[in-house]
């Protein structure tokens, strides 16, 4: 099993990253907590949702909120956003991107599940804006999780027209989008600076041997992102 990380979240203590698909399938509980006993996690303070694509985001700010929020049935969104220790949650993807972003502190910290629509839907800079009015410190940071890249990413017109031109690439007849490219955009627009994104190139359609992706192989395996704060 190997887990992709940024080593500038890891030197804050914070512990996160995409677990390749080395591990199994993420989609059942047991794979996920076999993940988190190795890496000396309390799964119960694993916190997740139903993904949707949508813009909606989860704010946990205290121990309070998370115990709430897990004795609530199920709940539907696609970001998590984090301004207490003690906690972390889990998002799965096949394709999409899974956006780590945090503060010099790593007193805030989210994870977001950007599908496109989520990215069209601007779940990015939402993210990023609601991380500021959580209290976040200083700069924030951000690295994109494995996910598919623009050399993968085909789309029809009508999915492109939803994407800034710069997103865009036409190439032998056929269209593609750059997801890093737009969700670069948006975190700018949100107040981060382009050099402290990490964009690292690894496509989950591209890579059979580390990644699942439904794109290529249209089945629901699904790879695991965690983001936790002991």
């Known amino acids: 099993m190997n887990i992709y990380a940024d080593n500038r979240m890891l030197s804050l203590g914070l512990v996160g990253g995409t677990v390749s698909r080395h591990a199994g399938n993420m989609r059942t509980a047991d794979a996920q907590a076999a993940v988190y006993q190795q890496l000396n996690i309390p799964a119960k303070q694993i916190l997740h949702f139903h993904q949707t694509h949508s813009d909606r985001i989860i704010r946990i700010a205290s ?11 199920e709940q ?10 003690g906690w972390g949650a889990a998002i799965l993807t096949a394709d999409c991107v899974p956006l780590f972003l945090w503060d010099e502190t790593a007193s805030v910290f989210a994870l977001a599940h950007c599908g496109w629509r989520g990215v069209v839907g601007q779940l990015p800079y939402k993210t ?43 190439k032998d007849g056929k269209i593609f989008v750059n997801l890093n490219t737009e969700i670069l955009l948006q975190l700018q627009l949100a107040g981060l600076n382009a050099a402290d994104v990490k964009t ?31």
Request: net charge negative; charged share 20%; hydrophobic share 40%.
């Open 63 to 73: 121990d309070a909120d998370a115990l709430a929020f897990q004795n609530q049935p």
């Open 128 to 170: 990023a804006r609601a991380m500021k009015d959580a209290g976040a410190q200083g700069t924030l940071y951000g690295w994109l999780g494995p996910h598919i890249q623009s050399c993968c990413f085909e789309v029809q017109q009508d999915v492109a027209a939803q994407f800034s031109a710069q997103s865009v690439i036409h």
């Open 76 to 85: 539907e969104a696609d970001a998590w956003l984090f301004s207490c220790g």
């Open 200 to 230: 690292p190139y690894y496509c989950t359609c591209g890579d059979k041997e580390n990644f699942f992706s439904w794109r290529r192989d249209h089945v629901k395996d699904s790879l695991l992102s965690f983001i936790y704060k002991p």
